[in-house]
């Protein structure tokens, strides 16, 4: 995938069991926070948002839990499946800034 | 399908040579945003336009140029290239454009790469 080379950080997770990504920011004055997955050979695609009001968040078998204090937001999958298997990138941005700034990314790989 | 067109889908070029690439957003949104993605640098923000104007400029060098036009579709201008460009360029919309960014649909990409 266009990800190879990176030397991204991987998570291997057996197929049906819950993954945990984690992600660190930079920037103490963001406040918007958001989780996308990329496939091989596909563009990001959006999977959650939090702001930084919030500390934690509900999707459908996603969970995103932001802490201020540490400057960390991770992203949970509950039962994983082979689909989820992609690169899932953290981004930040500051209130009025309009500019998303992508971290490096995490490699999630299931196993069946 | 995000409803983002990018094109071409692949381009092949030479040292010191001048690219376009092409970005149709979805239907009804009026931002554009311009990534590039390399192996070594991730995702980078090049440059955002909301309806026609330039929102917001990130590492966008100077021989890279952009612009909207008012249908909206917008086209990355890529010139002098070297081979460092070498990369994939993504095209991302959303509906808005104001104090952030909210959900950007990506396209697919184009990927270029300089020989």
């Known amino acids: 995938g266009e990800n190879v080379g990176l030397h991204l950080p991987t998570l291997s997770v057996q197929e049906g069991d819950n993954s945990i990504i984690n992600c660190a920011y930079s920037?103490?004055?963001?406040?918007?926070f958001i989780w996308y997955k990329q496939e091989s050979g596909k563009g990001p695609q959006f999977i959650i948002d939090?702001?930084?009001?919030?500390d934690k968040r509900q999707g459908q078998r996603v969970t995103v839990l932001l802490n201020k204090t540490v400057k960390h937001l991770s992203l949970q999958i509950a039962a994983t499946q082979p689909g989820d298997s992609a690169v899932y990138f953290c981004a930040e941005e500051g209130y009025g800034n309009n500019r998303l700034a992508f971290g490096k990314g995490n490699q999630v790989v299931v196993i069946p | 399908d995000s409803g983002v067109t990018q094109t071409p889908k692949h381009l092949i070029t030479a040292t010191g040579q001048r690219v376009t690439l092409r970005c149709s957003p979805r239907s009804g949104d009026l931002s554009v945003y311009w990534y590039q993605q390399s192996l070594d640098q991730g995702l980078q923000f090049l440059i955002h336009y909301y309806n026609g104007e330039e929102r917001a400029k990130g590492n966008i060098l100077e021989r890279f140029s952009a612009q909207q036009f008012p249908d909206l579709h917008s086209e990355l201008n890529l010139s002098s290239l070297e081979l460092g460009d070498s990369a994939l360029y993504f095209c991302?919309?959303?509906?808005?454009?104001?104090?952030?960014?909210?959900?950007?649909?990506f396209g697919e990409g184009s990927r270029l790469t300089v020989l």
């Open positions: 939090i702001r930084s009001n919030m």
């Open positions: 991302a919309s959303s509906v808005r454009g104001d104090l952030n960014t909210g959900e950007l649909f």
């Open positions: 920037n103490s004055a963001s406040d918007y």
